[in-house]
């Protein structure tokens, strides 16, 4: 099993930046594919970025060239980075891992991008 835990939501104005974490109960080294959604009450949950191992980062193109995906394998932990930031950015983001064919869910964190 994996558990996650996010953190680093929080309100910034339209153009700042957040960075999201995601630690993982386990090394990251061994879950083969993690990554980020987001979620606005009353719509689908919409893909972000995925990290498959030995693989490319894959983002969505809506916010392609303004957030990146990274990981800190000594701690465990997935990061979000977003920059220039929309208000339509606005969600409850999740990571996510897919590990031996089950998925698992952090537990989310809001961001909200608001003047």
């Known amino acids: 099993q994996v558990q996650l835990v996010e953190s680093g939501g929080g309100l910034v104005q339209p153009g700042g930046s957040l960075r999201l974490s995601c630690t993982a109960s386990?090394?990251?080294?061994?879950?083969?594919?993690m990554g980020w959604y987001r979620q606005v009450p009353g719509k689908q949950r919409e893909w972000v970025a995925t990290l498959i191992s030995r693989s490319p980062t894959n983002i969505a193109d809506s916010v392609k060239g303004r957030f990146t995906i990274s990981t800190d394998n000594a701690k465990n932990t997935m990061y979000l980075q977003m920059s220039s930031l929309k208000p339509e950015d606005t969600a409850v983001y999740y990571c996510?891992?897919?590990?031996?064919?089950?998925?698992?869910w952090g537990q989310g964190t809001q961001v909200t991008v608001s003047s």
């Open positions: 386990r090394s990251i080294f061994s879950i083969n594919v």
């Open positions: 996510y891992a897919t590990h031996l064919g089950a998925n698992y």
